[in-house]
């Protein structure tokens, strides 16, 4: 096992689904070396080429099938295999089986991070949701990123190497009709693609030397550092619930078309706001989840959000209601600092992918809410915040998933949590 090297071949029967896209199997044994092993289904033999060696595991691609799943399906995109792009992680699997792999993926989580049974898990989560409109043509903000040849294209899995497409079926197809990947891009670093809700269409580019982050990785947010705008208009209109956003079109903002929507229903239902109650939104970019509570509560209710461009969306867009206030920081430090302060009845947080940690949890809970509610878009940095959550009395009493990302390995919660 020693001797294996990237490029070795060998013959595997894959296990368990795990966070990050790929399988787990075991090479030597029940007690052999992990290897992580990606284009794979739970219960296949394959034969997997070793893509990386690290100390104590391995990582994999499956590149012969020899006993497949009855979940396997082929793959829909000509890009989606071993060596081709990375953006996509479930390609090869059924519809109702990519629901169960994330389903498992997040009860793996909560139990080895968060440290709950599966009785626990039992009472408050049953399986991720779909969000109705299928696997395809649905990603309304994506980043291509341009290779030496200056052709556009997405990167590898775990690689800075750009993949030359043609076509991104995942992509919203006012974006799949640009004519962004038909053409040579010299002197670019990156292109960036949006198409709204409200129906506008934007491109812009990142000139080559200039910094920026997630090029040409379609499941990143990517952020607007240096980019110029090609077409379209300087503000994007975004609809939720009946209230309409201005936003610039590199700012952060849900990419599923129904996510917005979905995850503002949720958050109303499990917070179930009250006339009179005091909320805070933490990180709460342009303020969508206060706009919807703020006019059930009719009380105070505070945003805070670190990035410029969010809280100057923020206070644009919430202008018409006088009782929300847009405080620019980093959320530990207005926590720890007092520049928010109880006493507050309810509090809704979607942190980045890393979490909150628990220096934010630890500031929650000393404020003393009646109810929390946590949205996270990974359910391993939502199971470690769970755990300090626990450890500090509160319960979490809650959780439902929603699958905002398909056929990718990404998965949205919303969870719960009340005082025990």
Request: with cysteine.
């Amino acid at each position: 096992m020693d001797d294996l090297v990237e490029g070795d071949r060998i013959e595997l029967t894959v296990g368990a689904p795990a966070h990050g896209g790929h399988c787990v199997a075991r090479f030597g044994g029940p007690h052999g070396r992990v290897i992580f092993v990606r284009h794979a289904l739970p219960g296949e033999r394959v034969t997997a080429e070793i893509t990386e060696r690290h100390r104590g595991y391995l990582r994999a691609d499956a590149v012969e099938i020899h006993e497949a799943s009855p979940d396997r399906v082929e793959p829909p995109c000509r890009f989606a295999h071993p060596g081709g792009c990375g953006g996509c992680d479930l390609q090869h699997v059924s519809a109702d089986a990519q629901l169960r792999w994330k389903t498992q993926v997040v009860r793996e989580q909560l139990s080895r991070l968060g440290g709950l049974t599966p009785e626990e898990q039992d009472k408050i989560f049953v399986r991720t949701e779909p969000l109705g409109t299928g696997l395809l043509n649905w990603r309304s903000r994506i980043r291509y990123a341009v290779d030496a040849a200056d052709r556009p294209g997405l990167l590898q899995h775990r690689s800075h190497q750009v993949v030359p497409i043609d076509r991104c079926l995942i992509a919203h197809p006012a974006i799949q009709e640009l004519d962004l990947l038909r053409r040579s891009w010299p002197g670019s670093a990156a292109l960036q693609a949006v198409a709204s809700s409200g129906g506008d269409v934007v491109t812009l580019e990142r000139p080559a030397g200039t910094s920026g982050s997630a090029d040409g990785d379609p499941t990143e947010e990517p952020n607007g550092t240096g980019l110029a705008r090609l077409s379209g208009p300087e503000r994007v209109t975004e609809v939720v619930g009946g209230r309409t956003w201005e936003i610039p079109p590199d700012s952060f903002w849900q990419v599923h078309p129904e996510a917005a929507a979905t995850l503002t229903t949720a958050v109303l239902e499990m917070l179930r706001p009250a006339e009179g109650e005091v909320t805070w939104d933490l990180y709460g970019g342009a303020g969508l989840f206060a706009a919807a509570v703020a006019p059930l509560t009719g009380a105070r209710t505070t945003v805070v959000e670190s990035s410029p461009a969010g809280v100057a969306a923020a206070r644009a867009n919430l202008a018409d209601l006088p009782r929300v206030e847009v405080v620019q920081a980093a959320v530990e430090t207005a926590l720890s600092r007092r520049r928010i302060a109880g006493p507050v009845d309810l509090v809704v947080l979607d942190p980045p992918r890393a979490g909150a940690g628990a220096g934010v949890v630890r500031g929650i809970a000393a404020a003393e809410p009646r109810a929390v509610v946590y949205v996270a878009c990974d359910p391993a940095a939502l199971a470690r915040d769970v755990k300090t959550f626990r450890s500090l009395g509160w319960q979490l009493a809650e959780l439902r998933a929603f699958d905002c990302f398909p056929m990718t390995q990404h998965v949205e919660c919303v969870a719960l949590f009340l005082p025990a």
